[in-house]
């Protein structure tokens, strides 16, 4: 049972354009959704991360949009940059506590031609 | 700068080899984990730890095991590789507490079995 659902697999997006990737999550006890970026030969890093008492969180050229009701929540790069090639990874978990184990969606490998 | 490493980086071994994979970290973290990365891109949790001799399976059933005897070191052992283990191996790590959820990964393992 796959409790983060990410969609597309992949993405390719012209410099400058917008990307758009998704998530679902099932598990209402989740109440922390970072995204994570991982370039080819690294491990991923944390790019943002927002929990469900807010909408939207902008980072720079970053944001994620947050719907409660829906159980999705999507990350958008705006003006994006070759730079930004790379696979993103949204995850979900519960915080109560310390039984603390990300769940991740299965990856968007994205890539920003010149 | 990564605050925790991985070695080796790749490994390329015969079926039947033990083989065992290292995580350091410097960062004093309580929690460590353990993740098998498909070449298809999913991050799958194989083993977790809390703490000094506390060692949990993750939500992947793994041939592996782990051990924990100090908080900055936690290695991944294989008794016999076998070609179905070959993966990429990421380690990561976060301090301990409800509200520290940033993962920090090492920046992987990759291993080949023949």
């Known amino acids: 049972q796959q409790q983060v659902k990410q969609s597309p697999q992949s993405l390719i997006v012209q410099k400058g354009g917008i990307s758009i990737i998704n998530c679902a999550y099932e598990n209402t006890a989740f109440d922390y959704f970072p995204w994570y970026q991982q370039f080819p030969g690294k491990g991923p890093a944390l790019l943002i991360a927002i929990r469900p008492d807010v909408s939207e969180k902008k980072e720079g050229r970053f944001t994620i949009s947050f719907n409660k009701s829906a159980k999705q929540f999507s990350l958008h790069i705006m003006d994006s940059q070759p730079g930004d090639s790379a696979t993103y990874f949204c995850a979900a978990t519960g915080s109560g506590g310390s039984n603390y184990k990300l769940t991740f969606g299965k990856g968007t490998l994205l890539t920003v031609n010149p | 700068e990564a605050d925790i490493y991985q070695t080796p980086r790749y490994l390329v071994i015969g079926t039947g080899k033990k083989i065992t994979l290292e995580c350091s970290q410097t960062?004093?973290?309580?929690?460590m984990y353990w993740y098998q990365q498909d070449p298809g891109m999913e991050l799958h949790l194989i083993h977790y730890?809390?703490?000094?001799?506390?060692?949990e399976k993750g939500d992947l059933s793994s041939e592996s095991t782990v051990s924990r005897i100090r908080t900055e070191h936690f290695p991944l052992t294989l008794e016999s590789a076998r070609p179905s283990h070959t993966s990429q191996y990421l380690c990561a790590s976060r301090m301990g507490g409800a509200g520290a959820n940033v993962l920090t990964f090492g920046a992987g393992s990759r291993l080949t079995v023949l």
């Open positions: 960062m004093g973290h309580d929690k």
């Open positions: 730890s809390y703490g000094v001799n506390s060692t």
